[in-house]
Each structure stands twice: as structure tokens, then as C-alpha cells.
């Protein structure tokens, strides 16, 4: 196992404790399938932060399914507020060192390695995503799986060119609302499912 530390975070709702890799530890690539994964779970990424400071509005007892989690931040601050929370990443590592930031903070939540694009994934009734469309395919893929999983998709941006590529292909299954957030330049934009 790589070499961790734990970092402290203030939120609306408290502090959260997280696991993460040291500075400076060499973290390797996961291997999922034939491909190998770049490890940008390890990153506190600011669309993290932001996202994580917004769900402190999810109300308790809301079924929540975080996409692509890294560190888990936003799954953990989620639990903090009282939502059954299943936090996801397709990284094995990642999802390890989510677990155990959740038994740090004692909160209590479920994590597994699994892909966004996973038939396994439960449909629940919000879905988080934080700085997932910084590829083509995660677009793609984002866009078919989504209206499945949740009424209510919270995503943060930090300006990606692909977010506007994302969020104009959504206009029509989502109708969305932006939001600017605390960290510089990063947007939270919230969907929701058109009914007709
Ligand atoms: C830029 S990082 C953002 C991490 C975290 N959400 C944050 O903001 O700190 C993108 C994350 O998406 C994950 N990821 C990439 N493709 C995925 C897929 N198909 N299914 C699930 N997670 C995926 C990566 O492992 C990584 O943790």
C-alpha cells in the first residue's frame, strides 16, 4: 500500500478528515481490464471541494450514489448529512482509502470499485459527480448512463471545454441550473430529469 496521510477539511457541516497519499508518494497506475487508469483519484481536486460543501443542502435520508469519487469528499460530507451514500471510483486504491476515511470520521457509508458505466450501479435519488468530463469517453458515457441513475445529478466544473459540450448535448433529457461555488472558477450545475 502506498504511504498515506490524513488531512483535515472545514465544511458548512464540520470537519472531515480524509485519507490520502503523501506528498510526494508514487502512486501507480490501476490497472482496469487492458487499461491502465491514471491515478487523478489521489488529487484533492478544487470541483471536489466545492461539491462537498454544497450537499451540506441534500436533505437526510436522500439516496446518494457518488460517480468517480477519488479521496470521496463529497460521499463523506454527504454521510455527514444524513444520506445513504454509495460512494464509487474504478479505482481499487481509491476506493480502499475512501473506506477508511469514512471509519475515521465515523460515518457511516458504502464504497466499491465500480465503474460509472457498471449495470450494477443502483438507481437512487441524486447522483454526484465531481471534474468527470475531462475526456470524450467520460461524456459519452455520462450521457447514456445518467437518466438511468438518479432524477437529480449534481455536478462541479471547473470550466472544462467538454463540460459545455456535455451540458448542451443534456439539454434534452436535464434541465440544468448553474451555480458559481467558493473555489475559483468552478461551477456546480444541477440537472434535473425532464418528465415528458
Ligand atoms: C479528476 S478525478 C476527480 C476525483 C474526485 N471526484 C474529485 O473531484 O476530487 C476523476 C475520477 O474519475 C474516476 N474515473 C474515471 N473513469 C471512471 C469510470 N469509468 N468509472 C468510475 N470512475 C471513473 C477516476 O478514477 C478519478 O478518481
Known amino acids: 500500500m502506498i504511504e498515506v496521510v490524513r488531512e483535515s477539511l472545514t465544511l458548512p457541516g464540520g470537519e472531515i478528515v480524509v485519507v ?5 508518494a508514487e502512486v501507480p497506475f490501476d490497472e482496469v481490464g487492458d487499461e491502465l487508469l ?8 478544487p470541483s471536489g471541494i466545492a461539491l ?17 469519487c477519488g479521496l470521496g469528499l463529497p460521499a463523506l ?13 474504478l479505482s481499487t486504491t481509491a476506493i480502499t482509502l475512501v473506506r477508511r476515511s469514512a471509519a475515521l470520521n465515523g460515518l457511516p457509508l458504502r464504497a466499491e470499485a465500480l465503474s460509472w458505466t457498471d449495470p450494477a450501479l443502483p438507481a437512487v ?19 447514456e448512463v445518467l437518466p438511468r441513475l438518479a432524477p437529480q445529478v449534481w455536478l462541479t466544473d471547473p470550466g472544462r471545454p467538454l463540460a459545455a459540450e456535455f451540458l ?18 468552478v461551477a456546480l450545475h ?3 430529469r425532464r418528465t415528458t
Not at 490520502?20 to 510526494?24: L, S, T, Y
Not at 454544497?54 to 446518494?64: H, S
Open 20 to 24: 490520502r497519499p503523501a506528498p510526494g
Open 38 to 45: 491514471p491515478p487523478y483519484w489521489a488529487e484533492l481536486w
Open 52 to 68: 462537498a460543501q454544497a450537499v451540506r443542502a441534500v436533505p437526510a435520508g436522500t439516496r446518494v450514489l457518488e460517480l468517480g
Open 77 to 89: 460530507a454527504a454521510a455527514r448529512a444524513g444520506a445513504e451514500v454509495l460512494a464509487t471510483d
Open 125 to 143: 435519488d441524486l447522483v454526484l459527480g465531481a471534474d468527470l468530463l475531462y475526456g470524450h469517453r467520460n461524456v459519452v458515457e455520462l450521457l
Open 168 to 185: 448542451a448535448a443534456a439539454r434534452t433529457t436535464w434541465t440544468a441550473i448553474r451555480r458559481p461555488t467558493t473555489q475559483d472558477g
Open 190 to 192: 444541477r440537472l434535473t
